[in-house]
Structure formats: structure tokens, C-alpha cells
Nanobody
């Protein structure tokens, strides 16, 4: 079964950093654009960032621009999200999804994993 597996979440203080990883199980990532999404309690899942198949386009939500960086290593079948200057509003479960092309629209993506919890708190 094609699925993505997220890891790297945790508890971090405001201003801290985390790097999330997204690994593919059962398929090859380099045929897909990969997006990172997050869902906070009581809120809808929202797009955070997306990287194109060829790594020539990166997209970011306004709320994370300048703080988050998406990257991919097709040789390792991995996508990463480097998150810096974290604040409590970044607290959420983070998911990665696969799509034919890049967007920040949740319905465009599939092969969701279980997510990884990110908590920003002092």
C-alpha cells in the first residue's frame, strides 16, 4: 500500500527549530510533488509547503514564509521540512501528502501518513 510516513516532531520552545522527514512506503517519491500540511485541534488541515517533482518550485503558506524550508532527496526517497523560529501557533499534527503537481490545497493530495505532532511551548 502506497503511504507516506512522517517523523521528526516533538516538543520545542518558542524560537526553536525542528526538522520533519517524510518517507515513502510502497512507491517512489520522485514521481510526485510532495506537500506538508498541518492540523491543529478544532481546525481544518491547512497547506504549509509544497515542493515540485523536479525541485524547481517551492511554495509556502504566508504564515511560514521565511521560517520554513522544504527540500527533497530523491536518491533517499525523502522530503524534509526545516522549521525555524517556531511559535505556539505552529503547534499541530504535521502530515505530508503526494500529488501530481504542487499546490497548498488539501484535496489535491493523497497517500497521507499518520502525522507527527509538533508542540511549541515554553
Amino acid at each position: 500500500q502506497a503511504q507516506l510516513v512522517e517523523s521528526g516532531g516533538g516538543l520545542v520552545q518558542p524560537g526553536g527549530s525542528l526538522r520533519l522527514s517524510c518517507a515513502a512506503s510502497g512507491f517512489t517519491l520522485d514521481y510526485f510533488a510532495i506537500g506538508w500540511f498541518r492540523q491543529a485541534p478544532g481546525k481544518e488541515r491547512e497547506g504549509v509547503s509544497c515542493i515540485s517533482r523536479s525541485d524547481d518550485s517551492h511554495y509556502y503558506a504566508d504564515s511560514v514564509k521565511g521560517r520554513f524550508t522544504i527540500s527533497r532527496d530523491n536518491a533517499k526517497n525523502m522530503v524534509y521540512l526545516q522549521m525555524n523560529m517556531l511559535n505556539p501557533e505552529d503547534t499541530a499534527v504535521y502530515y505530508c501528502g503526494a500529488a501530481p503537481g504542487c499546490s497548498l490545497d488539501t484535496p489535491d493530495f493523497g497517500s497521507w501518513g499518520q502525522g507527527t505532532q509538533v508542540t511549541v511551548s515554553s
